[in-house]
């Protein structure tokens, strides 16, 4: 047995993992210790039996620091409900979504941060923080709306760094 995400008392964690599907269509969840869970479906991968083509084609890249709202290179501090929105620098104009690590720096506080596609906001996590101070995010990935990924600060501000690692065709 391994685990994919562990918490601590009172921790909150969003995580990402590529889960097998059974034969009927339903996934398998583990938990030891665990009040809440929720679960959110980002999409699949298409089997051997799938038309060949290249939408959806994932391009691994040279990992990068494409923002860091430390030192304000393309991104400013988020504030709560107040979306930033960024273009990758390091992806191919063609890309309908990106594989990104997010992490959330000198947090206010308890909160989250969401990356989506713009520019209707997700009621969902794409990391999240339990107490001030720093918090890895998941790898995570995001579509993106001609080319650009929102990100919003929910319940506290935060800095926040996006490390690129790939895309996907659209």
Do not use: C, K, W
């Not at 501090?77 to 063609?94: C, K, Q």
């Not at 929102?150 to 690692?165: N, R």
């Amino acid at each position: 047995v391994v685990s994919s995400v562990n918490v601590g008392p009172e921790d909150v964690r969003a995580n990402m993992g590529v889960v097998p599907i059974g034969d009927d269509d339903s996934i398998e969840l583990y938990f030891e210790g665990v009040d809440h869970v929720v679960v959110d479906l980002l999409g699949h991968v298409t089997g051997s039996a799938a038309p060949a083509g290249t939408e959806g084609l994932f391009h691994l890249i040279t990992p990068a620091r494409d923002a860091d709202s430390r030192i304000g290179d393309s991104l400013a501090r988020l504030n709560v409900g107040v979306p930033t929105t960024l273009t990758p620098e390091a992806i191919f104009d063609g890309a309908g979504a990106v594989a990104q690590n997010i992490t959330m720096v000198r947090t206010g506080g308890r909160g989250f941060v969401t990356s989506y596609p713009g520019p209707t906001q997700p009621d969902t996590s794409s990391v999240n923080a339990s107490a001030a101070g720093q918090v890895r995010g998941a790898f995570n990935i995001t579509t993106m709306n001609a080319g650009s990924v929102s990100y919003v600060a929910g319940e506290a501000p935060t800095d926040l760094t996006a490390d690129v690692s790939g895309y996907f065709e659209s």
